[in-house]
C-alpha cells in the first residue's frame, strides 16, 4: 500500500469547507441546532472540527458502525455503541466521515428513524457516489471525490492514519512513483 505524497485534500481546504458545512447546517436549522450523531471511529475529527463550529446548543452523541475490513467492505453493517441519548422528538444529524456504498449511512438512518425522531438528516465529510449500491443522498457533502480509497483526518487503514490532518489517496500496488512507503 502506497499513500500519494500529495494530500487529495491538504488540511486549509478541509477546515475551509468544514466551516460552510456549519453555516449550512445552521441555516437549515433556524429554530435549535439537531442532535449531531458522530459515527465512530472515523467521523471523530470530523464532529469535534464542525461542532466548534455551531453554537454553544449544539449536541453529541455517537453510534458505532462497522463494514470494512483493510480496504473493501463486507457489505455487513454491524451498529454498536449505541447513544445514550434520546432521539424520540429530536432533529437528528448523522455526521459521516464517508458514503461510499451508503450501507453504513442507510443502516443508522433506519435505526435512528426507528428511535421516532422528528426529523433526521446525513452530512458527510466526503461522498462517494459512484460507489453506491443502496439509495443514498447526503443532505449535506463537504466533497464529492471519485472512487479511490483514502485516509487521514479520522479515516484509517486498518486503524491506521487517522491522525493525518490532510485527506490521501492509499494506492495499491507495487511500483507507484507518485507513492511513498508510509512508516
Ligand atoms: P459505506 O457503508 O457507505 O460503504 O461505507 C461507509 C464507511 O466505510 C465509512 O464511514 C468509512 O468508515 C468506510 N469507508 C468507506 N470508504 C472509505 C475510504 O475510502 N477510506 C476509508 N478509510 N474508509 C472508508
Ligand atoms: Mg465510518
Redesign the pocket.
Known amino acids: 500500500m502506497h499513500m500519494s505524497n500529495e494530500p487529495l485534500l491538504d488540511a486549509v481546504k478541509i477546515q475551509r469547507r468544514v466551516a460552510e458545512l456549519a453555516t449550512e447546517i445552521r441555516e437549515a436549522y433556524p429554530d435549535g441546532l439537531p442532535l449531531c450523531l458522530c459515527?465512530l471511529k472515523?467521523?471523530v475529527f470530523f464532529a469535534a472540527d464542525l461542532l466548534r463550529h455551531l453554537d454553544d446548543g449544539a449536541e453529541v452523541d455517537f453510534i458505532r458502525?462497522q463494514?470494512?475490513a483493510g480496504t473493501s467492505?463486507t457489505g455487513q453493517?454491524t451498529l454498536s455503541h449505541l447513544p445514550g441519548m434520546q432521539l424520540a422528538g429530536r432533529a437528528v444529524l448523522i455526521l459521516?466521515?464517508?458514503?461510499?456504498?451508503?450501507?453504513?449511512?442507510a443502516a443508522i438512518l433506519e435505526w435512528a428513524w426507528a428511535q421516532e425522531p422528528a426529523s433526521v438528516q446525513v452530512c458527510t465529510l466526503l461522498d462517494?457516489p459512484s460507489?453506491r449500491a443502496v439509495e443514498l443522498r447526503a443532505d449535506f457533502a463537504g466533497f464529492v471525490i471519485p472512487d479511490?480509497?483514502?485516509?487521514g483526518y479520522g479515516?484509517?487503514?486498518d486503524e491506521r492514519y487517522r491522525n493525518l490532518p490532510a485527506i490521501y489517496v492509499l494506492e495499491s500496488g507495487e511500483g507507484s512513483k507518485s507513492g511513498t512507503e508510509p512508516e
Not at 96 to 105: H, L, Q, W
Not at 148 to 151: A, I, K, Q
Request: glycine share 8%; net charge negative.
Open positions: 459515527v472515523g467521523s458502525a463494514s470494512y467492505s453493517v459521516e466521515d464517508i458514503v461510499d456504498t451508503g450501507r453504513s449511512a462517494k460507489r479511490h480509497f483514502v485516509v479515516m484509517d487503514y
